[in-house]
Every structure is written in structure tokens, then in C-alpha cells.
Nanobody, 126 residues
Framework: QAQFVESGGGLVQAGGSLRLSCAAS????????IGWFRQAPGKEREGVSC????????NYVDSVKGRFAVSRDNAGNTVYLQMNSLKPEDTATYYC???????????????????WGKGTLVTVSS
């Protein structure tokens, strides 16, 4: 069964940076598409970014394009999310999951194929 452990969150001032990590286990990682999601207080969970199995193809929602960068280490079963120029509206708990598609529109109705981990909280102060 696919499992994920997210880490790297914390409190940062607006304009700062954080690097999140997502350690995966329990499934064939190197042929799986992985998505990053976030859930702000009082809001629904939303897709943020995704990365194809080889890491060559990535996708981002408009609100984070140019500021976030997703990458992966297949040897280490880990996906990363580098977050720069953080804004208060980026405040949320961030999760990763195995998903089935990473093309255009993936975040509209993400096809999540794994259970959610505990996530890691990112708080951006103004």
C-alpha cells in the first residue's frame, strides 16, 4: 500500500523559501506520477504540482508557476517541492500522493490513487 511522509514545512516570512520533501514507500515509485497538494484552513484540498515518473515532465497550477519547482529522486523514493517567493496565501498543509495523470487540467479533477499522509504545515507570515 502506498504511503507518504511529508516534511520540511515551517514558519517563513513572505518572500522566503522552503523545500518540502515527500518520502514514499509501499509501491513501485519509479514508474509512478506524484502530485503535490495543499489544503488551507477552511478550504478544500487543491492540486499544486505534479511530476511524471522520469521527472522530465512537470506541471503547475497558475498560482505557483514561476515560484515553485518540483523534482524527484527515484533512487531515494523521494519527491521535492522547492517553494520560493512565498506568499501568505501559500499557507496550508501540503501533501503528496500518487496520481494517474499529470497533463493539462490534472488539478481540476485529480485522480488520486493513494491514501493521504499527515502532510506538512507551511505558514507564511506577512
Amino acid at each position: 500500500q502506498a504511503q507518504f511522509v511529508e516534511s520540511g514545512g515551517g514558519l517563513v516570512q513572505a518572500g522566503g523559501s522552503l523545500r518540502l520533501s515527500c518520502a514514499a514507500s509501499g509501491f513501485r515509485f519509479d514508474n509512478s506520477i506524484i502530485g503535490w497538494f495543499r489544503q488551507a484552513p477552511g478550504k478544500e484540498r487543491e492540486g499544486v504540482s505534479c511530476i511524471a515518473s522520469t521527472g522530465v515532465f512537470t506541471n503547475y497550477v497558475d498560482s505557483v508557476k514561476g515560484r515553485f519547482a518540483v523534482s524527484r529522486d527515484n533512487a531515494g523514493n523521494t519527491v521535492y517541492l522547492q517553494m520560493n517567493s512565498l506568499k501568505p496565501e501559500d499557507t496550508a498543509t501540503y501533501y503528496c500522493a500518487k496520481i494517474s495523470l499529470c497533463g493539462n487540467g490534472w488539478a481540476v479533477t485529480p485522480l488520486v490513487m493513494s491514501a493521504w499522509g499527515k502532510g506538512t504545515l507551511v505558514t507564511v507570515s506577512s
